[in-house]
């Protein structure tokens, strides 16, 4: 078969049909919206009521073999064996020197089977790893996942007559009136994730469309999902930071991404640990939030502290829940405290062509926290 | 029995490390898997009368700091022949003796090319120069200058270096003979030339020597040394497993299933080997096992000893007996042989490293018989058929072959030693090596002594840049750990 030169998710006759702007991004090798008509609005829907965004552009790969557990305990930083069926957590990869390869969530399916959700590729590295340890990875990529965040998410998953009493972190295999579904709760953003075969997903689309009719639900796009990533604060590998592709790579060090929550203290053998450990004393930047006193975001921008560099932004975004434009940003311990105040150069545009320096406040992460469910 | 500090196989590396350990204030037990220490640095006896050199028959890279502070002279380690020259043989009778005395090889070189003979002088010199330049990075530990021409070199083959400078296959195939762990068409091959160049051996320069009563002397001499620092040993002991506790190394596993406790392990493993072992497995990463995995094994090599009844005679020029003879009429024979043995079969024509151990000391055969060492290598590890059946058609070979410059040699022959690949892996354990690459060559000692695992270093011949009875490794290892426990 020839490779279609769009390589479309399941759910795109819909999201064709709903992109006003016929506004489109490439993520991952995959086409996605970028916004349906307003990016602004859309992330203000996934805070303030319910939105739904297709995730099919992670990549989800099976790892499945008798040592899939002894081999996951070395990829990453947690321990699977202690992952019970049913039940997922977040942590990192690392390389040999201790750089972060990824970041995501490991689900388990089985006693010998786990699910590895990957937002940046990085196939080649687990699957040659993998080998030394029998075990086989099956790619995922065919199925289809939408996301539902916002208040409302839980009452929309409810309104579809789908089972929602579902724990974070979990997820489970249902019969959905017909079709067969993977309802999770990997993302960070509060809500569910449905994950179905190729040919279900306009049916899921619709389904939920419909369901979260009553609550204002919107179709978020790629852009609007970005924003709430940030305001979350989470550096993500390919996006916020080029993850370690060198095997024996030490940067980007999780200290310097606050990625260190995602590492067990307690979990020994995972790979790139001593080289994590030997690295750690001496890292001097940390991850933080800053508030840049302009609507101009300025991604990838040098801080400075009374002249002095102290750091600079990943991406930046304007907020549209915070009215302002934001960043994250890797700043030196010496100036990491929030409340500090850092100037920054604001980046050229088409109406303002000199250079402008803005004053920027660091804050703590998450900009914004996860906001709460509300029942219908 | 519990000791500090374990050391794991007791070879030149094993035996300098653990002595520099205990003379330091460790309490030190040494593991041998084997029955007899030294490894393959042994001298054994054969068909009944005659000693020779077990595996390694000239000694060329022994660190003159390790004599030194271990006293070795004075633990009875004396030198036979201190300053061997290379002989090529060749078919011809022409053979090319390349020793110490500069106008003397200009002269042997003449023979063949004129032009080769001017420029030896110039070239020795700067290889020299060059190769002393190169001794911070491959004699000690920490970071150290690489010479800029390196960059040109570590590209350039040795081949392509020869021949940019040399005419005729005499000199070629010469200085071939000192890098022929590696195809001289392979990157790194001039880097290895030059490794042999730093060397000193009894205070020469690029010398090679060979110990009063053989490669086992020196053995000898060490384990003396380490006894009077208080090491303690243990034979026939095979060591399955390291102990890792909190990511620091807590002891050693034996295969009885005793385990004996300790802080500090210094293994004569290859990074390959510690992969071999379930804490090895789990401490090295991903990327250092996969490139394990896949990375080339090293040509093997075999050994031959003969016993002779008379003299070995070479015809045609007058050459010393004392030398290392070197069978290899031109340099393409390396590169031919190096890619049969990578394609599993033994080469057409074999290259032999040819030593008369009895030229400089008589006593180890009877009176006025003689023993030749022969080292057949580069060899595949492994044959069709296996090497067994493979064993006599290969000593044969190679009786032929240096009948061909020594006729009536074979006439000699009272009794013969074969060791094909399979029987040195077999009786010395000296599979654990690893090939030679240029990042081998050019990285430095602590990232290859050094593991993931605290408390575990690594001091086999593997953790040379080049695989060598230098002692280099053992020395640096024990510095390294004694830096660590200092540290703590």
Redesign the interface.
Known sequence: MKTPLVRATPFHARAAAANLENAWVLRNGVTLASFYSDANSEALAARLRVAMADISWRRRIMLEGARAVEFLS??VTRDAAKLSPGTSFKALWL???GGVRGADAIARYGRESFLLVVSAPDLD?IE??AA?YDVKLRDMNDEGGIAIVGPYAHATVEAAQLTADLEPLAFRKLSWRGIDVTLSRFGEHGGYEIWCAPDDGTVVWDRIARAGESFGLEPAGVDAMDVLDLEAGIARPGLDYEPARD??ASEPSPVALGLESLIDPDH??F?????Y?AAREREPMRLAGIEIHSDIPAPFTPLLLKGRAVGHTLCSMWSPSLRRAIALAQIDVSAFAPGTKLTLTLPPSRAVRELRTAEARVVALPFLKVPDSIAP | MSGDAIVVGAGVNGLVAATYLARAGRKVLVLEAKDRLGGACQTTWFASSFRGPAIAHALTALDPRVVAELKLARRGLKFAVRDMPLVALRADGKHLTNGRDLRATARNIAVHSRADAETWPRFRRELFELARRMRPLWWSDGKSEIPSEIARLRRLSLAAWLDSRFESDAVKAALAGDAASLSPLAPGSSLLLLWRAAQEMCGLQGAAAIPLGGPGALVDALTAAAKIAGVEFRSGAHVSDIRVKDGAASGVVLDSGDEIPANVVLASFSRAGLLATKAGRTALGFSESVALERGVSPAASAKVMLALNAPPAFNGVAVPLRGRFLLADRLETFVAAHAASRAGRVPQELVLEVVVPTAGDPELAPLGQHVVSIRIGPLPRHVAGGWDAAKTPLAAKAVAALDRCASGLARHVVAAQVLTPDDIAARYGAEDSCAVTVERLLSDWSSRIRTPIKGLFLCSAASEPVDAVSGRAGRIAATLALREGAAK
């Open positions: 070395k990829l390389s040999d020197g590295w040659s790893s030394a095997g024996h020994q053998s790979n790139g640990r001593t080289a450990l």
